[in-house]
Every structure is written in C-alpha cells, then in structure tokens.
C-alpha cells in the first residue's frame, strides 16, 4: 500500500546536526512533489521545504534558509532533510507529505526532532 | 503569505449534532486556472494528519458522507452533520493555490461536550 517511513529523529544539542529520512512505498515516486511539514509541541502544522518531482525546484520557509537542505533519490524512492545548525525552536515532529497536485494526501507517520541543551 | 484563519478555535460538541467549522484566507484562493486548492485535514490525537476534503468539496476515499466542505473565494466551511466519537481531533484547513509558502490554518479543536 501507499506509505510514507520518516526516521532519522532525535535529541540534539543546539547548533548541531541531524538528517532526516522518508522512505516511499507503493506508489510512482518519481511522479510526485514532495514536502516536509513540521508540528511543534502543542501547536498547529508549519510546511518546512518542498521538492519537486525531478528536483528541478526546491522552497524553504523563511526560518529555515540557509541552515535545511531538502533532497531526493529517486533510485531508492527517498527525501531526506538535512538539518544544519538546529535551534531550540526546531523542536518538532517532522511529517513527510506527498503532493498530488490538489492537496498533500498521504503523510508519514512522523519524526521527532527535539533540540535542547 | 497567504494567511488561513479558522474559526472557532475550540468547538464542543454533543453526540449526534452537527458541527461547523470557518476557514477564511487573506486573499483569494482561486488560481489563474480558475480552480481553488482548499483541503481540510483531521489530526486525530496521537496520529498524523489525513487529508478529508481537497479541492474545497471532494471527500478523500473512504471519508464518511457526514463530512462536507463549502465555500469559495476567500472563505470556506468544513462540516459534520452528526458528530461521532471518532471524529475527536483537530481540524486544520490549508491552501495550496499561492506558494511558496503553503499555509495551515491555527486548527481547530473538536471536543465531546
């Protein structure tokens, strides 16, 4: 069946690194735009980046330029967020979501990122 | 940015009733395509989000009849005609005609009363 498996969460000291991992199943990959959709403790969700099908196109939100880097291999159907130079307000669990076109309409079942000192 | 608005914040809600909830955008969500990419999602506790209503009216495969999204424009309506106990969670509306960025509403929590 259609699925998306983030992994790569965890606690980290503020300024460091970590890679997060989306691993798809069941559907044409190469076919869809995918993103990453972050939910801090508490709050509502924050879209983070997307990447185009090919990786012709890549967005961040404004407080993440810079310091995340969003990627693809197609080959082995997977996204990846690398996190550079994290702060405590990148606390959060991570989705990855894939888009269709009209909407995200498959999600993981989320990454925790908790950033702390 | 596009700004999503969803009113109200808190929605208590008795078995069996119905429910309504407000998402307004800060401009207009028809694209130069003359379609409009309004979605709902629910979050249940606990789980990921899931994609109810896309397009403003298209209920997602396996989505009960009891669920149904309105409006156009700027402002849209998701609602539940009888509230059952699984549809406890958190409602988020998001657009996805101007982007980047892509914008949630703040949610809406939906509670049994």
């Known amino acids: 069946q259609v699925q998306l498996v983030e992994s790569g969460g965890g606690v980290v000291q503020p300024g460091r690194s970590l890679r997060l991992s989306c691993a798809a199943s069941g559907f044409s990959f190469s076919n869809y735009g995918m993103h990453w959709v972050r939910q801090a403790p508490g709050k509502g969700l924050e879209w983070v980046a997307d990447?185009?099908?090919?990786?012709?196109?890549?967005n961040y939100v404004d407080s993440v330029k810079g310091r995340f880097t969003i990627s693809r291999d197609t080959s082995n159907r997977m996204l990846y967020l690398q996190m550079n130079s994290l702060r405590v307000e990148d606390t959060a669990v991570y989705y990855c979501?894939?888009?269709?076109?009209?909407?995200?309409?498959?999600w993981g079942q989320g990454t925790t990122v908790t950033v702390s000192a | 940015d596009v700004v999503m608005t969803q009113s109200p914040l808190s929605l208590p809600v008795t078995l069996g009733q119905p429910a309504s909830i407000s998402c307004r955008s800060s401009?207009?969500?028809?694209?130069?395509?003359?379609?409009?990419?309004l979605h709902w999602f629910q979050q249940r506790p606990g789980q990921s989000p899931r994609r109810l209503i896309y397009?403003?009216?298209n209920r997602d495969s396996g989505v009960p009849d009891r669920f149904s999204g309105t409006g156009s424009g700027t402002d849209f309506t998701l609602k539940i005609s009888r509230v059952e106990a699984e549809d406890v969670g958190v409602y988020y509306c998001m657009q996805t005609t101007h982007w980047p960025p892509w914008t949630f509403g703040q949610g809406t929590k939906v509670e049994i009363k």
């Open positions: 990447i185009l099908y090919d990786g012709s196109n890549i």
């Open positions: 979501a894939r888009d269709p076109g009209d909407g995200f309409d498959v």
């Open positions: 397009m403003v009216s």
């Open positions: 401009q207009s969500l028809v694209h130069n395509n003359g379609n409009t990419y």
